[in-house]
Structure formats: structure tokens, C-alpha cells
């Protein structure tokens, strides 16, 4: 079950979540949440977020890329999602 405020948070826009994420030592947790068509493009810190069984369907997420902080250092495994 998602926490309420992190679901709130990221509802409330990008601006919103990325400020709060700064002062915000927790894990995101939106796990089950409806996030259908909410605009994630750009979200600081979706890396490391319980997503489980999140609605994901028409959310914009671009600029998402589970490898941004990876250790991997051969080409970029996200530039086609950039596309």
C-alpha cells in the first residue's frame, strides 16, 4: 500500500516532488497507486521507489531511466527511450 503523502507529493507536479524529494530522506513509496496519466517526466528520484503494481498506463516518463545512476559504463542502455 502506497504512502498517502509520497502519492500526494507526486500528484502535486514535478516541482512539487523534486523539492520534496530534497528534504525528504525516505524511500518513495507509491506502490499500488493510480498514477495513470500523471506527467513523471524528469521526477528526481523514481530510482529506488516501491512501484509495485503502480498504474503506469499514459504517465509521461520521460527522462526516466532505471540506469541513470547504474555502475555501467558501456553506451548509454536508455538513449532509445529518449527517442
Do not use: Y
Not at 531511466?65 to 538513449?79: A, F, L, Q, V
Amino acid at each position: 500500500m502506497a504512502n498517502p503523502e509520497h502519492v500526494e507529493q507526486v500528484k502535486q507536479g514535478i516541482t512539487s516532488w523534486n523539492n520534496w524529494r530534497l528534504i525528504s530522506p525516505t524511500p518513495a513509496d507509491l506502490s499500488g497507486a493510480d498514477l495513470h496519466g500523471v506527467d513523471l517526466s524528469d521526477a528526481n528520484e523514481l530510482i529506488g521507489a516501491n512501484l509495485t503494481g503502480v498504474d503506469l498506463n499514459d504517465a509521461n516518463l520521460r527522462g526516466q531511466c532505471p540506469h541513470r545512476n547504474s555502475p555501467w559504463r558501456g553506451p548509454d542502455p536508455c538513449r532509445f527511450a529518449r527517442r
